[in-house]
C-alpha cells in the first residue's frame, strides 16, 4: 500500500481515500494494523494543523436521533459545512446491523457531497469500536472535515468513550415527566455540555418545555466545572422534524467552543485525550497478547487445571505470567 | 511466615488464623502475596472438600441490608451453621469507611461465636476487591464455615462481581410503587435467583406484597435459565426487623440449591467461575506490568509526546509494546 499517496489524497479532501483508510483503521490484519499506524503518523507529520469541532451525540432509541443528525448536519452543510458522522456502538457487531443502518435513515444527507457518514464499525468490544472511531475521527480532521459528530445510543459506557472522544458532549431527550428525570444517569448528566430536549412541536411542545426546566435545574445543581462560562451546561429545546432551534443549538455549540479555546481548556482536554487513549492502546495491546500463542495454549491448559480444582487461579495466574510473559514470580 | 502452620490452623476452624489469612491476601507486598499464593495453594492440596452455600446478597442503601444480614446470620447460627460475612464495595477506600462499618451495625452477629464478619478490603478498585474477596471466601470455605454471605450495594459493576462469587444470588429490595420497579436494571434482575422484599410489616406490609407481586410478574417474563427449576427466580417478601419470612427465604435457597446440585449446575458454575477468575486474575496481573519500572517511566515519557501531538497514540503504543515488552510490531 503507498501511504504518500494515501496521505496525500486524503489531505486533499478525497473521499475514497478517506473512506479507503477508515476500512484499514478498522481491519484487524497485523500488515493492514502496521500500513494503519504508518499512515496515522504520516498524517501528523503532514502538521496539517486543522481540527474539526468534535461533537459526541448521546440519545437513546426512539429521542429521534436520526432525524435530528439529518436537519442538523444539512443545516451545516447548507452553511458551507463540511460535516462527517461517526457512529460508536459495539452492539452493531451482535445485531448485525449498525446503529446509522444502510444511512437510509439519513437519507438526504447521505447523499450531500459536504456530508460524508459511516457506521459503525463490527467490532465486539467497545474498546475496538473506541480504537477504529478515534482513527476516523483523526482520519476526517486531515480530510479537511468543520464538524465531527460522533454519536452513540446510551448504553452501558459507550457515552463515556464518546465524551472523551468529543470537545463537546451534547445529551439528545425526549419529553418526558418529571419522574423520568431521573432516568438519566447522574454520571451522564455530569458529562453534558448541552442537553437538547427533541420533539419540541406540536402535542408535545409544552412537555418539551417542561422537560427542559427540568433538566435545566437539574444542571444548575451540578457542580460548576472548570470548563464551562457562565450558564453552561445548558438545556435547550429543539424540533428536528420541524427544523426549529437547530441554529440556536449551533449557536451555543460555537459559543461554548469558542470560549474553552480561548480559556485554553480546548487543548487541554485534547491533551488529557490523547493520554487518555494512549494508556487505552497500550493496555489493549498487552491483553492482545493473551489471544496468541503459546500464551493462548498455556492459558487454556491451567484454566483446565483450575476448573478441575487442581490449581487456585492464584497460583495457576502467577505460573503463566511467569513462564511465558516474562515477569518475575509473586508481584501484583 | 510458616505456611503449613496456618494452613493446618485454617483447616482447624481457628478463627485467628483465618483473619491473619485474610489479612495475608488483602496485603499488596510482593512476598505477602507469594505468601497468599502459596497458602491458597496448600489449602486445595489438603482437599478438604468443603463446601460452603456461598451466598451474593445486592440491595441499595435504606433497604435494611445490615439488619437483614443480622436478623438472618443470627437465624442460621441458631440452627448451628456456621456463617462468615464479607462485602464487596469498591467505594470503601475512598470513602474511608467500609460498608460493614465498625461491625457496629451487625451488633449481636459480630459476637456471634458461629458468625465471622470481614469488612471489604481498602482497594481502590474493584478488581482488587473483587480477588481479596475471592480468596477470602476459599479461605472462609477451607476454615469450615457453612454459609458465606457476600454483601454489596448495588453500586456498578459489583453486583456482577458478586453474582460471580456466589452460588446464589439474592437481591434485597424496599417496598415501592410501580413506577420505581424500572429502578432496577434488567441486568440485575436477570442475575437474580430470589428476590426479596424487606420491611413487609406495620404500614409497608401492602406495599411490599405489592411490589412483591410486581418482581414476581417481572420475573416471569424474563427468558427461562437452565439452571432454574420451577418456579425460579422467585421473589418474596421479608420483615428483617419483624424476622419474619427469614427461614423461607432460607428454604427456598437451599431447596435451589439441592436443585442444582443435583442437576450439575452446582459444579458447573464453579467450574466457569474459576476460569473466569483465573482470566480475570492474568489480565490483572499483566496490566500491573504498565505500573513497574522501566516501563511506567517509558509510557509516562510516551505519554508526554502523545500529548504534544508529535506522536500518535497507535505508534506510542506500538513502539512501548515493541521495545519493553517483548512483542513483535504490528500485532493487534
Known sequence: MDIDELSTDILSSKRRALARAITLVESGRADHRADAIALLQALKDADHGRQALRVGLSGTPGVGKSTFIEAFGLMLTAQGLKVAVLAVDPSSARSGGSILGDKTRMEQLSRDPN?????????????????????????CEAADFDVILIETVGVGQSETVVAELSDLFVLLLAPAGGDELQGVKRGIMEMADIILINKADGDLKATASRTCADYAGALRLLRKRPQDPEGFPKALTVSAAQETGLDTAWDEMTTLAEWRREAGHWDARRRAQARYWFEAEVREALLSTLRREPVKGAMERLAGQVEAGDLTAAAAADDLLTTYLQRGPGGT
Open 115 to 139: 456530508a460524508f457518514i459511516r457506521p459503525s464499525p463490527s467490532q465486539s468490544h467497545l474498546g475496538g469500536v473506541a480504537r477504529r472511531t478515534r482513527e476516523a475521527i483523526e482520519l
